[in-house]
């Protein structure tokens, strides 16, 4: 008789040599952070315009929460909740599904089906694949094909939007006769981007129009008039500003919230692009701060990416309603036909419509979402634009940010003070209502989520 | 075996090469014009009837070569005391400065910017040494012409005919060159890129460039200056070239010493001009006697290049741009055939050298000598900034910031990785007709270099031109002329002191070839000069019959009978009288805008906004004009459309011919429509005319704006019958009436050319019966059921094509072809095998005549014409292919054409992806893009699904009927094909019995890739009576502008035409008692 020792050993031996390996799978809050910052990056390489990039995260960012929040009893998928939303397929319940490896996958997909250089996105994939499927091919398999079918899910949902109907759209008219309304602006005089992103469906809010703001002053260049004087603030402070040099606060305020994906550039002979990050990607970077300083988990993470990203989507939504409604022409164009034909803005005019500042409403609603998920006063250190050859700014909270970022666009003498102040409002109170209308944290839930350390 | 041999440097002692030495502070990325290049003369600087050369060097010392006959020349550049290390030469001149006969050297420097120094140069020749060694002392504070600044090239002339030679300086700004501001700007003076005009005051330069009225702006990047006589008047007159965003300056001499600048004063006698304005020249090309104008820009003929280029911003940015106060101007190369009344025509595309790559100088010379002249091409750049990858994606944030901080040594290469364009120079041969063979190949090979400035001269004294060129980075290039040529004859001038080479005479040469024109202006081409002599061709004839020579002031001299072969040499004191004191020959035409009190107002074309893909807007269609008696009072009264939100207008003519408005608020309640046809006619047989007004243009879908409108005449009054037509809405594009049931009323067809918003979608079209009191019926679907699948209608003609006594309809369209419905007694059929049916095309008009006098039914058919780079065989058609390629619910109109053989979508990559995002997935790359076949990017199932039309001529053409309905096509000659044609006005007008051709067109809301048509400043073309037409610019009228349509009226006793113009009012002519 053998002894069982020998037969034991044997069995481990023949199991390690037979089967697979099977060590977890393990997903952390990292791998989310990693995969949203690869979008940012290909979107910058692609030139994503800002309202476009917004829904670059959103549906990614959708796609991993619904599938988290399928196995996490604290969340609640958003089915009903944003516009015509269904529940996401589940994977059978023999299936070693990683819910949370299923929601990565699913994140990277839709972003690759979301951007161009689809290359950049698969090589990031296909290298995460290869280890995974090393330490556990079985949860991996499982995982992968239940994170694609969400995936395939999420993006029929998203075919709905109206996107693709937008593209064969007219292009924005250009009204050379009325001088109150806008035109395209130096040195690349692109057409005014995305006139019809009104019509893209939103996620939370019931119609483009429902935070339509008030309106501009009556466009008036009578010196003396409301309107006037906002444009000859815009000059005043810009001229000021710039007479003090790139190191005052305020200089250095435009330049941190530029947030331009394409800045057209001219050395010599030579015109090219400085590519930037569009502001949606920068608050997806303080979303990425925040979740890192209170060290969040995976879980807590991608319900941040998501809420935050909706509140972004609509909020463009939301202001490129005002922008083509009310059409108003640049400080830029105004200032060089009416004060002085050599001024230029700090930072380069965006190609769309001056009201209100996309930045602030952005940037208010973001805020606003943040602040709902990791409390008032949540101070933080943003570095987000470090990449981009520009310093660290620290914040006491994010409504101060928000507030900075909105401001930077009249330093910047692409704003006048009315889009952004009213801007930031607009983003506010359209922050305000999706958080009161989303209900994904289950508030009957124990406590705070752990945090990743304490879950190993 | 080439014919122009490529002599090595080592064979003639040319070793000059201008070489470039990039440094941290002065590079491309610091200094725009840094790959442009220098300039060379030829001339004889040592009296030894050898025509010498001197190079231009940007970073290296400029040389002087002397020529020892045979193609061997000698470097002197020292022993003749020219010292001239320092600085950037650009262009460099000869000229004689103070009348000593000794040919003396002014060379231009770029100074005062990123370390650049020095002031231009003035090298006085004092005489040859015994070694034959010109000897130089530089003088030009002594003349006032020691400017310092960013200058390009100076032309010296006699501007003000006062004996001596006085000086245009071109200089170029380094403005930040997108920021084009207004265009007011240029009148605002800069004094480091302003140009500058010198007058010559006893031997000092004065600068009066302020009261010559030069524009001296700072966003004029003068690259090319030309100096000719354009109007024949005996004053030199100028064309500028300035690069990027501002207007090319066409200056006409006023004779009292001021300018006057054509282009920014929003004339109408030149259509548009070269955008990114290079090196010039001024010739007559087609022995016209009046001188031509080619201005060289970048337009690239390797589709790949071009695709992965920066194009001209899209049409409404463009509508933004030339609202600022620029004048029409695109990338391409430009060909202005002077018309000889003051206007001319740009037929680049129709001769076939609009794209000759990143091009720096062009030369027109007779290379042949058979008596036109051809044209060399120099081009190539060291680094393409407007390459599209590079802007986006390559130029990355690194580079960015490195040349940010402030560039170093290390950080030079940077500038090596903008790709380079190093390619072969082009040259072309004139064949005589206003177009050009390339014979690149053949003639001077396909070797790559970046060529800048070039000159010819008869270097080997062997009675043909020879080529130099001076390159970047490559020794010069000689190009010894080996060509079969024809005789010839060598001019050389001896003008009266100080202007002693007679610097601005004219020669006329009549010849087999035509009138041959020559000046002796000598700054030519790109920063360049060739010799002040001439060599005229003149293909197998042994001698010249005779040459007028025309000295500057006007003398002249007549020889006769000159042997070819020999130098003949004029003498300006041999010269007398005053040639200009003649009476100017009297146009045929008088013609006048101001008979009407109406001026027609199209609203901006959105075409573009709502169809980026499209080559051209539907929607500048009017003004049509009805011709007919309203109010029965015996005199014509005439009925012109309105654009869109204009009132139509009905004018009567009052008894002494005036005209004026009537029932003008009838018209305004119907201002909406875009009115595109009418018709006099009596629908009611009351004996009083109605009036049916149709509408289209590509703005309205459906609705009252799209409804044809009877107008009821009561008695001489007009009432609009709301009962008419009602439900029944097209797009509509002609009408008119035919008893076609022969029941003695007349009966409607209203024609329509497009569906609103759908380029290319075929429409449908109306046959209306007449119940005998003018209430209507739609019968088409009984009476012509082929015609609704027929395509766009634009025009269509009634006639009897098979002389059976029956009417046949004729009908023109765009993607289908001329075709003919026969009329069958109870219906119409179409009539298949008549030789019209592989002539699709985009046709605008149709007329029936008796062209060839054998009594039956011809067809003359106005077409796009050949003047865009668009070309369309059977075999290489132009194609539609209307599909959802996206699938997102809307049809994406694709149009393809061929270049070189390959198919290729019309549209931009940045357009085509806007529309369909998926192209970027697949295509991110401008490159990419580029080289993916039309199956790669929308996939072959897409394109086979799509709905697809086809246009295989472009031409217009005359179609020949054999009397039984079967049709000759017989293309209009090659300025027939220098426009669209919308019209024909078709009359005997020489009396000599047979029906000439009056053409009537042009189409200025094109896409912004292909420029515009507008070409035709009035042709006329006569009839040779076998069928064929040639060009009668005897018999031309003037008529400027987008002619839509003649009529011929008869005012007072006085038999008139009216010309419908869109977006301006119509124009009046009559002949010439």
Redesign the interface.
């Known amino acids: 008789m053998k002894s069982p020792f020998v037969f034991t050993a044997g069995l481990v031996l023949l199991l390690a040599a037979c089967s697979q390996p099977s060590e977890p799978i393990e997903i952390m809050a990292e791998q989310l952070h990693a995969s949203t910052d690869r979008l940012t990056e290909v979107m910058v390489?692609?030139?994503f315009s800002p309202p476009v990039a917004s829904r670059v995260y959103a549906y990614p960012s959708i796609a991993a929460y619904e599938i988290m929040a399928l196995h996490n009893d604290s969340y609640r998928s958003l089915q009903g909740q944003v516009s015509g939303l269904e529940g996401i397929p589940k994977p059978s319940a023999e299936s070693p599904v990683n819910y949370r490896l299923a929601a990565v996958i699913a994140h990277m997909d839709l972003g690759r089906r979301l951007i161009?250089?689809?290359e950049k996105v698969t090589d990031f994939r296909d290298s995460l694949y290869g280890v995974w499927e090393k330490r556990n091919p079985k949860e991996f398999e499982a995982s992968r094909t239940y994170g694609l079918e969400v995936a395939e899910f999420i993006a029929a949902w998203m075919k709905g939007d109206n996107y693709?109907?937008t593209?064969?759209m007219?292009?924005?008219?250009?009204d050379?006769d009325d001088p109150s309304r806008w035109?395209?602006t130096?040195?690349?005089?692109?057409?005014g981007i995305e006139p019809h992103w009104n019509k893209i469906r939103p996620f939370v809010i019931d119609s483009a129009a429902q935070f339509k703001p008030s309106p501009p002053p009556p466009f008036d260049m009578k010196e003396g008039s409301d309107f006037y004087k906002e444009v000859k603030e815009v000059y005043d402070i810009s001229n000021d500003i710039t007479e003090r040099g790139d190191t005052s606060e305020e200089v250095a305020i435009a330049q941190f919230w530029d947030c331009n994906p394409y800045v057209?550039?001219?050395?010599?002979?030579?015109?090219?692009?400085?590519?930037k990050i569009s502001p949606g990607a920068h608050w997806m970077g303080i979303t990425k701060i925040a979740c890192r300083d209170t060290g969040s988990d995976f879980d807590k993470t991608t319900y941040a990416y998501a809420k935050a990203a909706i509140a972004m989507a609509d909020a463009f939504i939301s202001c490129w309603d005002e922008k083509y409604r009310s059409n108003l022409i640049r400080p830029e164009t105004l200032i060089?036909e009416y004060i002085d034909?050599s001024w230029k803005p700090v930072l380069q005019t965006p190609p769309f419509p001056e009201y209100t500042s996309g930045h602030s409403v952005v940037s208010g609603a973001a805020a606003v979402a943040l602040t709902d998920i990791f409390g008032e006063d949540f101070a933080f250190d943003d570095d987000t634009e470090l990449k981009?050859?520009l310093p660290v700014r620290s914040f006491t909270s994010f409504r101060q940010a928000a507030d900075e970022a909105a401001i930077s666009r009249m330093y910047g003498g692409i704003h006048y003070r009315k889009a952004v102040e009213v801007g930031v409002k607009q983003g506010r109170d359209l922050g305000a209502f999706v958080i009161a209308n989303l209900r994904m944290e289950e508030k009957a839930a124990p406590v705070a989520a752990l945090s990743e350390s304490q879950n190993k | 075996m080439l014919s122009f041999t490529r002599l090595a440097p080592s064979e003639t002692g040319i070793q000059f090469k201008n070489e470039l030495n990039e440094r941290p502070e002065l590079?491309?990325?610091?200094?725009?014009?840094?790959?442009n290049g220098g300039g060379v003369i030829i001339e004889d600087f040592n009296q030894d009837s050898l025509p010498d050369i001197y190079l231009g060097g940007n970073q290296v010392a400029d040389a002087l070569y002397i020529n020892q006959g045979n193609m061997k020349f000698q470097e002197v550049t020292a022993q003749s005391g020219i010292s001239n290390p320092d600085g950037w030469t650009t262009g460099i001149s000869h000229v004689d400065i103070n009348g000593d006969g000794l040919q003396d050297i002014y060379i231009c420097k770029a100074s005062g910017y990123r370390g650049l120094k020095g002031r231009n140069l003035l090298y006085v020749n004092i005489g040859a040494d015994p070694d034959g060694i010109p000897r130089f002392e530089e003088r030009a504070a002594d003349y006032g012409l020691d400017f310092s600044g960013l200058a390009t090239q100076a032309a010296f002339f006699d501007y003000d005919l006062d004996g001596d030679l006085d000086l245009f300086l071109l200089n170029h700004s380094v403005h930040?060159?997108?920021?084009?501001?207004?265009g007011t700007?240029r009148t605002i003076p800069d004094p480091l890129s302003g140009d500058r005009f010198y007058r010559n005051d006893d031997g000092f330069f004065t600068d009066v460039s302020r009261e010559a009225g030069i524009f001296q702006g700072k966003a004029g990047y003068g690259l090319g200056v030309g100096i000719s006589d354009l109007n024949s008047d005996g004053y030199p007159d100028m064309y500028i070239g300035n690069d990027f965003f501002e207007n090319d300056y066409l200056y006409i001499n006023n004779g009292d010493g001021t300018f006057r600048e054509l282009i920014s004063s929003g004339s109408q006698e030149i259509g548009h001009s070269t955008h990114f304005s290079m090196g010039n020249d001024l010739a007559d090309i087609n022995n016209d006697g009046h001188v031509d104008i080619l201005s060289l820009d970048m337009l690239p003929e390797d589709l790949i290049t071009y695709k992965t280029s920066?194009l001209e911003?899209?049409y409404?940015?463009y509508?933004?741009?030339l609202?600022n106060g620029f004048a029409p101007q695109y990338m391409q190369n430009t060909l202005q055939l002077n018309t000889g009344r003051g206007s001319f025509s740009e037929i680049a595309y129709l001769s076939g050298i609009a794209a000759t790559e990143w091009s720096w100088g062009g030369l027109l010379a007779d290379l042949d000598n058979d008596g036109f002249k051809d044209l060399f091409v120099t081009n190539g750049i060291k680094?393409a900034?407007?390459d599209m990858d590079?802007?986006?994606?390559i130029?990355n944030?690194d580079i960015?910031?490195r040349?940010d901080k402030g560039m170093q040594d290390a950080d030079l290469p940077l500038t090596r990785e903008?790709p380079p364009k190093k390619v072969p120079n082009y040259v072309f041969q004139n064949n005589g007709d206003l177009t050009f063979t390339d014979r690149t190949s053949t003639w001077i090979g396909q070797e790559p270099s970046f060529s800048n400035g070039s000159a010819y001269a008869d270097l080997d004294q062997d009675g043909d031109l020879d080529l130099l060129v001076n390159n970047l980075d490559q020794v010069a290039s000689l190009y010894q002329n080996n060509l079969e040529t024809g005789n010839w004859i060598r001019l050389t001038f001896s003008g009266i002191a100080p202007n002693t080479k007679g610097i601005g005479a004219r020669v006329i040469a009549y010849t087999a070839q035509g009138v041959q024109v020559y000046e002796n202006f000598t700054a030519r081409g790109y920063l360049s000069g060739v010799p002040g002599s001439m060599l005229i061709g003149l293909d197998q004839e042994v001698s010249l019959d005779s040459l007028l020579v025309i000295w500057p002031g006007g003398s002249f001299e007549k020889h006769q009978g000159i042997p070819a072969g020999q130098t003949l040499t004029l003498e300006q004191k041999q010269a007398r009288g005053d040639y200009y004191s003649r009476p100017a020959a009297q146009n045929y035409w008088r013609a006048t805008d101001t008979l009407l009190p109406f001026v027609h107002r199209e609203n901006?074309s959105?075409d573009?906004?709502?169809e980026?893909l499209i080559a051209y807007a539907k929607s500048n269609e009017g003004p049509d004009i009805s011709i007919g008696d309203i109010n029965n009072d015996g005199a014509q009264d005439i009925f012109v459309s309105g654009a869109k939100r204009q009132s139509a207008g009905l004018f009567l003519q009052g008894p002494a011919g005036a005209f004026s408005a009537a029932e003008s608020d009838l018209f305004a309640n119907d201002a909406i429509n875009e009115d595109t046809g009418h018709l006099f006619f009596d629908a009611d047989s009351d004996g009083w005319n109605e009036l049916l007004v149709i509408s289209g243009g590509n703005e309205f879908t459906d609705g009252p704006a799209l409804r044809p409108r009877l107008y009821r005449n009561n008695k001489g009054v007009l009432r609009k019958d709301t009962t008419a037509f009602t439900g029944f809405s097209l797009n509509a594009s002609a009408v008119d009436s035919i008893d076609m049931d022969l029941d003695g009323d007349l009966d409607i067809f209203i024609s329509s050319d497009a569906v609103s918003g759908a380029f290319g979608k075929t429409p449908q079209h109306g046959l209306f019966q007449n119940d005998g009191t003018g209430h209507f019926t739609d019968v088409t679907t009984e009476r012509i059921p082929e015609l609704q699948t027929f395509g766009g209608i634009d025009d269509f003609s009634w006639a009897d094509i098979n002389a059976d006594g029956l009417a046949d309809l004729v009908v023109a369209g765009h993607w289908g072809p001329i075709a003919v419905f026969e009329n069958t007694g109870s219906g119409w059929k179409y009539s298949a095998d008549n030789g019209l049916d592989l002539s699709n095309g985009w046709w605008n008009c149709i007329e029936v005549a008796d062209i060839d006098n054998d009594g039956d039914s011809d067809l003359i058919a106005g077409n796009w014409g050949l003047n865009s780079k668009f070309r369309a065989t059977r075999e290489t058609p132009l194609t539609l292919y209307r599909s959802d390629f996206?699938?997102?619910?809307?049809v994406?109109p694709l149009v393809t054409y061929y270049h070189n053989g390959v198919e290729t979508p019309f549209a931009s990559k940045d357009e085509l992806v806007?529309?369909?995002?998926f192209l970027?997935?697949k295509h991110?790359t401008y490159r990419s893009f580029a080289n993916a076949s039309l199956e790669e990017l929308f996939g072959a199932d897409a394109l086979k699904a799509a709905v697809k039309k086809e246009v295989f001529e472009l031409r217009s053409c005359v179609f020949l009927n054999d009397g039984k309905g079967n049709f000759t096509k017989v293309p209009l000659p090659v300025i027939g094909q220098a426009s669209i044609i919308y019209d024909f006005l078709c009359e005997d007008l020489d009396g000599d019995g047979y029906k000439d051709l009056m053409l009537i067109g042009n189409l200025h809301e094109l896409s912004t890739q292909l420029g515009r048509l507008d070409a035709f400043q009035g042709v006329v073309l006569r009839n040779e009576k076998d069928g064929t037409f040639t060009w009668a610019p005897e018999l031309s009228p003037p008529i400027s502008g987008a002619g839509r349509v003649i009529s011929r009226i008869r005012i007072g006793d006085n038999e008139q035409y009216i010309i419908g113009r869109n977006n301006a009012s119509p124009l009046f002519l009559t002949k010439h008692e």
Do not use: C, W
């Open positions: 390489h692609d030139i161009f250089s689809e693709d109907q593209r064969t007219s292009k924005f008219t250009v050379t035109q395209p130096p040195p690349s005089y692109m057409e057209s550039v001219t050395r010599g002979h030579l015109m090219f692009a400085t590519k060089n034909d981009y050859g | 590079n491309i990325l610091t200094y725009l014009y840094y790959y930040p060159n997108r920021n084009y501001g207004k700007q920066g911003y899209a409404p940015i509508r933004q741009y609202n680094g900034t407007n590079y802007m986006n994606f130029a944030e960015q910031r040349i903008i901006t959105l573009f906004d709502r980026p996206d699938q997102n619910g809307s994406e806007k529309q369909m995002p970027n997935k991110r």
